[in-house]
């Protein structure tokens, strides 16, 4: 069994994995992975989630290798019937192949790089991996999906605010260049799993991928929730009780990610998280995956608030990715 997506799970599955992990947090000491290896492998910069997987398979018991294509490990290319001629020196045919052997799990991240919005949504790298790989597969995050990260958002909600429906604003912010999906697509995801009524407010122009959206409202129907799409920044905040914000490129970004850099720009000021968009809320918790740029996304105002759980968030990564792991080597 793999974790790509939380959409492969139902929602039975994904309150098991927050019960497992609010356990862990609360001092539960087994080691199932006692004696075992897993393999990390980063294309892209970490710092929670490298953190959090290293110390979270030290504190059950086994051991993380560190991978890091074209640094600590060689080029990878990933394409079916490529001719390597160039810059790659192994294809992940043999590099997933022979990790298993050594390994029982492997965690791939990998970004999106907003160059083909058509090839990247399929997230290519990552299904090469669980295409060869016998071990289970974690995504630590794709073009497409940040599950871990979903996952945390999810128990702190559950944490901070009880285990009943909330209503719950994604909303994108600005950011000085177009970001990947990933993030929002999995939130909106989660929350639609979890019956939230989600409401995302974005620019038009940002909008996230009509199939997952489509898959959200799926979810969001059979668990008692909603899924609602504006881009009235006054309605959005009304009423809320959680503001999550990330930036993102639409699709239309991809191959051009510059973008129309005058028009971008004149959003900042009305798409940052402050202190007067707060007081529409019903006293909204704050949350953003990190990192996060400070009077840019959100005001230090509110990041810094009471209202702010943006590190209880970032703990919750250690503790669900711990469930995660001993639910799929258990």
Known sequence: MNFLSTG??????????????????????????????VALVFFNPSLRTRASMQVGIYELGGNAVILEPGSTSWTLEYREGAVMDGNKTEHLKEFVRVLERYVSAIGVRTFAELKNWEAERTDPILNVFSRYASVPVINLESAMHHPCQAMADMM???????????????????????????????????????????RIAHPRGYELD????????????????????????????????????????????????DG???????????????????????????????????NVIVTDEVIDSPQSMVIDEAENRLHIQKAILTELLK
Request: glycine share 6%; aromatic share 8%.
């Open 8 to 37: 492969q799970f139902e929602l039975h599955d994904l309150n098991r994995l927050l019960e497992s992990a609010a356990k862990y947090k609360n001092g539960h000491a087994a080691r199932p992975l006692e004696g075992k290896s």
């Open 156 to 198: 702190t909600i559950h944490e901070k605010l009880g285990d009943q429906k909330k209503k719950v604003l994604l909303t994108w912010a600005w950011h000085p260049k177009p970001l990947p999906m990933a993030v929002p697509n999995s939130f909106a995801l989660a929350a639609a799993q979890f019956g939230h009524d989600l």
């Open 210 to 257: 009509e199939e997952l959206i489509r898959e959200a409202k799926h979810f969001a129907a059979a668990n008692g929730g909603t899924v609602e799409i504006t881009h009235d920044l006054e309605q959005a905040y009304e009423g809320v009780e959680v503001v999550y914000a990330k930036s993102w490129g639409g699709k239309d970004f991809y191959g051009n990610s």
């Open 260 to 294: 129309d850099i005058a028009h971008r720009l004149q959003l900042r000021e009305q798409w940052i998280v402050d202190q007067r968009k707060m007081n529409l809320t019903n006293s909204a918790i704050f949350m953003h995956c990190l990192p996060v740029r400070r």
